[in-house]
């Protein structure tokens, strides 16, 4: 599976775990009795996961200076996230949708490696702040990956895009300034599948006032938590950094209007209406990289890392190690560790950024066609050959593949909101938030051994 990039919500979720106190959402108050505030088809919804989430949500808006104003209109807006949280799952089970380890692995690595960490400081600190704090972490970072990929089975798969489309996106790419990025904010009022002009009236009328509150002077992100139904409400409505090439279609003509700081009018699409606010603009980094074609040998050992440095026999082997070839071997000579430890050997191109650090400075001095001095894991000492080096242009690299895929995933932004809607009004959810019996404060432990 591709992986997440990092302005995509993991690093949000990773950030906002390593920066702010730790897994609000794994450690409710004790409580004696806990309550049902929604069922979704068989499955509930209690007010401790609910309590636990607005507690989620309040210290990501806060990291954002963003003010909870309204804390009834917060728990109503995170019940509807978590449940279609619950439908997501449901159908993921339906599909038999999976995460490898290997999947999870591999994301878990990236996050540590952007926020400056390795993976095990990543986990000593997460489990330090709080006990099985990297498991909740874990878990967490695997239904983020679950929800990704039935995105993919359901939305982007089915999206087509036909020979004539591609062909006239490659011929405007070269007419327009492809290498500028844009930070969206964005407020969505929605409307039912089959609205009746009374209903899209009071939502363009809603849309309408939410706008004039902004352009005399509210902050956005605060009218997108209060009022947005996007997916990114609980986000103050930020989209993140966008190419053209992924800025839904009925954005971009309002987009190209607006200077940084500016809002557009009512937009309107097949989901409802919309606001954007043009947050940012900035150019993208060259598409000229460095590449650099590595395997890796790991040699089993549980003190490497109290060594911190080879052995002279090593360090011979590794300087001995003048071709692929012999590199190669190294499987032979090594039979006794088992076969899954090295059966990824081969990892491909990768650029100094997608590499973990340890890796790229590893290699620093290395020439193409020799091994680097072996340096210590969790996992035991570690062996890289460098197999070779080039300079990649990857704004040429198989154009008309990657025009496809803009437009996929162009078409996939448009409907993703109205499947995820549609998938909530074909559920049966029964929703007791307002219910004051459920909502009333619940005694604690020590409070209800008392009476």
Not at 112 to 138: C, M, W, Y
Not at 143 to 156: S, Y
Request: aromatic letters at 6%; proline letters at 4%; charged letters at 25%.
């Amino acid at each position: 599976m591709k992986k997440i990039t990092p302005t995509n919500l993991f690093k949000l979720i990773s950030l906002l775990l390593i920066l702010t106190p730790f897994f609000a959402w794994s450690a409710p108050q004790e409580t004696l009795l806990d309550r049902v505030v929604a069922v979704v088809n068989d499955n509930i919804i209690l007010k401790s996961e609910l309590d636990a989430e607005v507690n989620l949500a309040k210290q990501d808006l806060q990291a954002r200076n963003i003010p909870v104003t309204n804390p009834d209109e917060l728990a109503s807006k995170v019940l509807d996230k978590i449940i279609l949280e619950r439908l997501q799952l449901q159908r993921i089970n339906q599909l038999g949708i999976k995460i490898t380890d290997d999947e999870l692995f591999s994301q878990i690595q990236e996050i540590a490696k952007q926020n400056n960490l390795t993976v095990v400081e990543l986990r000593d600190r997460l489990n330090l702040s709080q006990k099985n704090g990297f498991e909740s972490f874990r878990e967490r970072i695997r239904q983020q990956m679950l929800f990704q990929k039935l995105r993919e089975v359901e939305v982007l798969s089915k999206t087509q895009v036909t020979e004539d489309e591609v062909s006239n996106y490659i011929q405007r790419q070269a007419l327009v300034q492809s290498d500028i990025e844009y930070h969206l904010g964005h407020i969505m009022v929605s409307l039912p599948e089959s609205a009746t002009p009374a209903q899209r009236d009071a939502s363009k009328q809603k849309a309408q006032e939410i706008l004039q509150k902004i352009r005399s002077g509210e902050d956005f992100s605060q009218m997108a938590v209060r009022y947005s139904e996007g997916s990114k409400a609980l986000q103050g409505g930020d989209l993140g950094w966008l190419g053209i090439d992924q800025i839904p279609t009925f954005f971009s003509d309002a987009l190209n209007q607006l200077e940084v700081g500016e809002t557009s009018g009512i937009l309107r699409s097949p989901v409802g209406f919309h606001i954007i606010q043009l947050q940012g603009k900035r150019n993208k980094n060259s598409q000229i990289v460095k590449q650099y074609h590595l395997y890796r040998f790991i040699l089993l050992s549980e003190d490497a890392q109290k060594k911190q440095q080879p052995s002279p026999t090593l360090t011979k082997l590794a300087e001995s190690l003048t071709s692929l070839e012999a590199f190669k071997k190294l499987n032979e000579k090594y039979s006794d560790i088992p076969a899954s430890v090295n059966a990824n050997g081969n990892l491909g191109w990768q650029t100094a950024k997608e590499m973990p650090p340890e890796y790229f400075q590893a290699i620093t001095n290395v020439e193409p066609g020799r091994a680097a001095k072996p340096f210590a894991t969790e996992q035991g000492w570690v062996i890289l050959f460098l197999d070779d080096i080039r300079d990649q242009d990857l704004s040429l690299k198989d154009k008309r593949k990657q025009a496809m895929q803009a437009l996929r995933m162009k078409k996939a932004n448009e409907t993703y909101e109205i499947w995820l809607r549609r998938m909530k009004d074909e559920a049966l959810i029964d929703i007791r938030l307002e219910d004051p019996e459920i909502m009333k404060k619940q005694p604690s432990h020590e409070e209800a051994l008392t009476n």
